[in-house]
């Protein structure tokens, strides 16, 4: 059986045309797109397909979102002042010594407070020293304590004593706003320059203490930007 075959040559051009058009169909099919944008604030740069204008990189400056100000910081605290004041204690250290017939001896130690005036208490606390004894410092108190003698005579009780004296320099606050403040040994007066309660006295000077009317305090002032902002922004 004989067979004829018909047909025509290809040229170069249509065959190197053929995958061009088959990749036509490909993107027909499933058609893409895609563009990039780089946008650097600080130095806007386009970059891509689409072209944009330099000010879509840079944000949105409100002139008015900044206004200097002057400003005052108030305070409602009341007002305080600190200073020094001074407890001051007397007692007389007794020993109350009993030998008996047969040379025992027995020994009854008490201590027995004194109440001071301010004026005794000031001598105390410029001379440092109690009924004319140096009074030495030991945890950061002033002292001079001393025990009496205990020796005794034969069947006799005789009692043997002597004076001693502390003084301790404290902390002291005041509300100015307030007249009464707070100490160690109880409520005090700024006025009076001196309390005495169990047998103990302080003293202090009443130039650091008195009393003014409340009043708001300024704490700080300068000059800072008030910002204002939309109703949407956070």
């Avoid at 109350?96 to 407070?113: A, D, H, L, S």
């Avoid at 001079?144 to 006799?156: A, K, V």
């Amino acid at each position: 059986m004989r067979m004829t075959f018909l047909g025509r040559k290809v040229s170069a051009v249509e065959m190197s045309s053929l995958p061009f058009l088959l990749l036509l169909c490909f993107y027909g099919l499933h058609p893409q797109a895609f563009e990039t944008t780089v946008c650097d604030c600080s130095e806007p740069l386009n970059m891509g397909i689409i072209q944009f204008p330099d000010a879509d990189c840079k944000p949105k400056m409100n002139s008015t979102s900044a206004v200097p100000v002057r400003y005052v910081v108030y305070s409602d605290e009341g007002a305080a002042v600190k200073f020094p004041g001074f407890i001051c204690a007397k007692w007389r250290n007794i020993h109350r010594v009993t030998m008996n017939f047969f040379g025992q001896t027995v020994i009854v130690p008490e201590k027995i407070p004194i109440d001071t005036t301010a004026s005794e208490f000031y001598k105390m606390i410029y001379t440092k020293k109690c009924e004319g004894y140096e009074m030495t410092l030991s945890d950061e108190k002033y002292v001079f304590s001393h025990e009496p003698r205990s020796d005794g005579y034969w069947m006799r009780t005789v009692d043997w004593e002597t004076l001693n004296c502390a003084l301790e320099q404290v902390q002291l606050f005041q509300q100015v706003e307030v007249e009464d403040f707070p100490t160690p040994i109880g409520k005090a007066s700024a006025t009076a320059g001196t309390l005495s309660h169990n047998h103990l006295t302080l003293v202090w000077d009443t130039a650091y203490t008195h009393k003014i009317q409340h009043e708001l305090r300024p704490v700080e002032s300068g000059i800072g930007n008030l910002m204002m902002k939309t109703i949407n922004e956070k």
